[in-house]
């Protein structure tokens, strides 16, 4: 319920109606919710006059994030009329805009959100470990190696010294223990492009067998990167492979790149393209 619009100039406003764009702000003060300002936009559907009110449904709701509170700004003004009738007047009201109070708001609000998404943005790069920058800064490659892993495996001069400082460190596959070197192989975790520093770097790698190293590649194995536990797709079930399914694993790479991985894993099985006929029982508590 909504109270019948007015005018921010003085007088009443035109009713609502189906189709007319409503502009939510949540009220920010302790005796009306505590709300979060100005918070979300919609179309008003299945408009309904009352006596005392308006009642309507918000449909194609666009949530706005960082939202816009007046709560703790200085007393200056904004730019923008509206706003500034807002903060003298915090009661529950609807307002109707003119073009211009329309034009003026939308263009304060835009420019707020843009400071604020930089200021951020600056933010969580300061606290993002540095292999969380380097998939936020190499992401159109990754997907890129994604795809190119179903298509033609990769000669590079250096993969012999991967393979080697892996071998060293894990002495066997990581997944099924086996310790044939002629099986074993140096398998990334992340296909990172060229010039990204941990293409080769050994916490963007495990040691599997050939076999688990596939697998692995097309999202059909992968690790719980908070459990550490093998994860198997429903597709495996009623394979030998089902009994990998929740065995424990102690990896030596940075856990953003499995959580990354397994996100893939996840995506792959939610779309559909790993289901089988089996229920999930063998997925080693997968968590959708």
């Known amino acids: 319920m909504m109270p019948h619009p007015s005018r921010i100039s003085g007088g009443p406003g035109s009713h609502v109606s189906d189709g007319d764009t409503l502009v939510v702000w949540a009220h920010e003060d302790p005796n009306f919710g505590s709300g979060l300002g100005l918070t979300a936009e919609g179309v008003a559907q299945d408009v309904v006059q009352g006596t005392n009110g308006t009642t309507a449904t918000l449909t194609g709701v666009r949530l706005l994030k960082p939202h ?3 709560r703790g700004r200085a007393e200056i003004d904004t730019g923008s009329r509206v706003i500034d009738h ?10 109707e805009l003119e073009s211009e109070e329309l034009a003026e708001f ?17 933010i969580k790069t300061q606290y993002m470990t540095d292999e969380e920058k380097a998939l936020e800064r190499d992401q159109a490659a ?6 190119r892993r179903f298509t033609r495996q990769e000669a590079r001069a250096e993969q012999h010294k991967f393979r080697a400082d892996l071998l060293r460190l894990y002495g066997k596959c990581l997944i099924t223990h086996c310790r044939v070197e002629a099986v074993l192989q ?19 790698g495990l040691i599997l067998r ?3 190293h ?9 690790i719980h990167p908070m459990r550490n536990e093998v994860v198997v797709a429903p597709v495996l079930c ?9 065995q424990a694993v102690k990896h030596r790479a940075a856990v953003d790149f499995v959580r990354y991985h397994y996100t893939f894993f996840r995506a792959a099985f939610q779309q559909g393209s790993l289901r089988g006929k089996v229920g999930p029982s063998c997925s080693g508590g997968l968590d959708l």
């Open 186 to 204: 140096a398998a990334h975790i992340i296909p990172f492009s060229e010039s990204a520093s941990y293409r080769n770097d050994t916490s963007n």
């Open 68 to 70: 816009f509170q007046l």
């Open 214 to 222: 596939a697998l692995f590649d097309k999202f059909l194995i992968a």
């Open 238 to 246: 009623g394979t030998t492979y089902e009994k990998l399914a929740g």
């Open 106 to 122: 939308r263009r304060v609000v835009t420019d707020f959100i843009g400071r604020q998404e930089a200021l951020l943005s600056s």
């Open 210 to 212: 050939a076999d688990i």
């Open 142 to 147: 990754i997907l890129d190696g994604f795809q």
């Open 86 to 95: 807002l903060r003298r007047l915090r009661h529950l009201l609807t307002y």
